[in-house]
């Protein structure tokens, strides 16, 4: 086993570890710091792979900004000891059914696929031709896809505030 096959299950492991810990955690600060664990593993997968401007991206948006970004809102709106209440039987059977069939699916539709090896060189693009993929929105563009991850990281803003926000029932 080379030393790149052993970072690279280091940061598989780490990174499935992590993942499992986000969704599982009680405490909300924890869930977004182990968040931002998993991130940062990825943005280590992109380096091996040589796609430093997509490691340079994932560090830089979603471990630097974005993490940070929920982290502050969690602090500035709640209390830092705040639990989630425990997750009952049914949700937990419910959950573990979901992810086994998405796992299903996952390994059917990766096994079934005909991974097909080029000798094509890969290409070398300049800066140039990066940032008008960028702005494309047509055949190998890149402006509706960052569109909808907007919307979606929109979105996980306004939850995070809305769980990290909760009033506490006074009785």
């Given at each position: ?134 702005l494309n929105y047509n055949r190998n563009g890149y402006a509706l896809p960052f569109e909808v991850i907007s919307i979606l990281l929109l979105a996980a803003m306004f939850a995070s505030i809305v ?9």
């Amino acid at each position: 086993m080379t030393i790149s096959e052993i970072i690279f299950f280091l940061f598989s492991a780490t990174i499935v570890l992590f993942s499992i810990l986000t969704v599982t955690s009680r405490r909300i600060l924890r869930a977004a710091v182990y968040l931002l664990f998993v991130l940062v593993s990825t943005a280590g997968l992109y380096f091996m792979l040589n796609y430093h401007f997509l490691a340079a991206v994932q560090l830089t948006l979603y471990a630097g900004g974005i993490v940070v970004l929920i982290i502050f809102s969690i602090l500035l709106t709640s209390h830092i000891s705040q639990k989630f209440e425990s997750v009952g039987f049914k949700k937990q059977l419910f959950s573990g059914i979901a992810v086994a069939a998405g796992a299903i699916l996952s390994i059917i539709t990766i096994l079934n696929y005909g991974f097909n090896s080029t000798i094509a060189e890969p290409d070398n693009p300049t800066m140039d031709v990066i940032g008008k993929a960028l702005l494309n929105y047509n055949r190998n563009g890149y402006a509706l896809p960052f569109e909808v991850i907007s919307i979606l990281l929109l979105a996980a803003m306004f939850a995070s505030i809305v769980i990290a926000k909760k009033d506490k029932k006074t009785d």
